[in-house]
């Protein structure tokens, strides 16, 4: 009984390992994505800030806040 314990466990742990790869590489892709991304459309968001700053400023207030308040509620 001990022996299939220390196996189950053994398998366990395989598994946990496999798992965090898996989970790294997948971190990694969409890392990479977001970064081009925001890479493709920076032109296009700093004409859009440039266009109506007041719009973007209110954008950013708002966000900035919301954020806030989720962060202090932790």
């Given at each position: 009984a001990m022996q299939a314990a220390e196996e189950?466990?053994?398998r366990a742990m395989l598994l946990a390992?496999?798992?965090a790869r898996e989970a790294k590489v997948k971190a990694i892709e969409y890392s990479e994505d977001a970064q081009e991304w925001a890479e493709d459309n920076a032109d296009e968001l700093r004409?859009?800030?440039?266009?109506?700053?007041?719009?973007?400023?209110?954008?950013?207030g708002g966000i900035g806040?919301?954020?806030g308040a989720i962060l202090l509620r932790r």
């Open positions: 189950v466990a053994d390992e496999e798992a004409a859009q800030v440039r266009a109506q700053p007041l719009t973007s400023l209110l954008i950013a806040a919301f954020l």
